[in-house]
């Protein structure tokens, strides 16, 4: 059965899975992180940091599955890729060091050392975003590749279009945040967040504008993938799609439905990953190498497939498990100590 199934294809869906989950399960806490300075109450705080964490460690865990999934499955990619990212990809784990360093820390602290560790948890998750969305965009334009290599420079990334997806995803994420606080609080912190929430989306929605109007610029063949005929049938129903899910979440946000405006902001995410597999593929570095010539051999994807088949059930398992036993408003007599 393996033999007749194209398995590169198999795992650039694999690593687009994980990154993906990895964006929308890390992406709310991160935001979480990047609302902090607007909630200076203690009360606040103790509440918004215990509702993450019992899961806020283990969503990093797709992080891990992605990018050692991309070195074993597409080794060429990973090759050219990493030069042309160091720079934004160091400063995400820096990012990510100081926020899960300043989330353990902060709890046995005095409060004026609290106040510190609260200052690293933003801007650790500040740095995080920017560099994930830098990146992003970096990939996005493309990177200079000869002879199997990267020959681009150093500060090749930093560019205004890279900038423009930091910043997006930054107010993608905080977003994420505000509407999982509306999940998640109660009383007027759950008030606070649906209001920011309003702000956020029509942010968002302005972000996905200038990003989905700036891509086909890169590229002539962004372009013709999203508007020649007949393509146009085919990548129609994304837009399509978005505009029916912000119907949908200005509602929920109008009437306070607690539970749809997070799983819908998830929406607009997946609906806007969707477009950017639409724009790359088959692409894995945009207009200089496809998947296929990235693969590693076939004998060597089959046998990653078998531990993998085993390792995302579990870890899905025991994510919907932690995410089931701690349902529910977070009050602020509970707490993580």
């Known amino acids: 059965m393996i033999g007749i199934i194209d398995l590169t294809i198999v795992w650039a869906f694999i690593i687009a899975f994980a990154v993906f989950v990895y964006v929308v399960m890390d992406g709310f806490d991160l935001g979480l992180g990047l609302l902090f300075p607007l909630f200076p109450a203690r009360a606040d705080r103790d509440v918004i940091m215990n ?6 460690d283990g969503n990093e865990t797709w992080l891990v599955l992605g990018g050692g999934g991309l070195m074993a499955a597409f080794p060429l990619a990973y090759a050219v890729l990493m030069p042309a990212l160091y720079t934004p990809v160091i400063a995400m784990l820096i990012g990510l060091i100081f926020r899960g360093v300043a989330f353990e820390f902060r709890w046995r602290t005095t409060q004026r050392e ?12 500040l740095l995080a975003t920017l560099a994930q969305g830098i990146a992003l965009g970096a990939i996005l334009q493309g990177v200079n590749v000869e002879a199997r290599h990267y020959a ?10 890279s900038i423009l997806t930091g910043l997006s995803l930054a107010v993608g994420y905080s977003l994420l945040g505000a509407t999982w606080l ?10 606070r967040a649906y209001h920011l929430s ?11 504008g200038a990003v989905s109007i700036a891509t086909p610029f890169l590229h002539i063949q962004y372009t013709q993938r999203w508007f020649s005929w007949p393509n146009m049938i ?15 979440l200005l509602r929920a946000l109008a009437n306070k439905w607690d539970h749809q405006p997070f799983f819908l902001t998830l929406a607009l995410f997946a609906l806007s990953y969707a477009g950017l597999g639409i724009s790359m593929y088959p692409y894995i570095v945009p207009q200089s190498i496809t998947i296929w010539q990235a693969a590693s051999p076939e004998n060597s994807q089959r046998f990653m497939l078998v ?21 529910g ?3 602020p007599e509970s707490g993580y100590h």
């Open 182 to 191: 509306v999940l998640k609080t109660e009383g007027a912190l759950r008030d």
């Open 329 to 331: 408003k977070v009050r």
């Open 51 to 56: 509702s993450v964490a019992p899961v806020w």
């Open 152 to 161: 681009g420079g150093w500060w090749d990334w930093l560019t205004p279009f």
């Open 234 to 248: 085919l990548t129609a129903p994304v837009p399509i799609a978005v505009a029916a899910a912000t119907v949908l």
């Open 114 to 125: 609290r106040n510190r560790w609260d200052i690293a948890f933003a801007g650790g998750s």
């Open 198 to 208: 309003w702000f956020l989306l029509f942010a968002m929605l302005g972000a996905i």
């Open 307 to 327: 531990g993998v088949a085993i390792l995302i059930p579990l870890i899905l398992g025991y994510t919907a498990w932690a995410y089931w036993v701690f349902r």
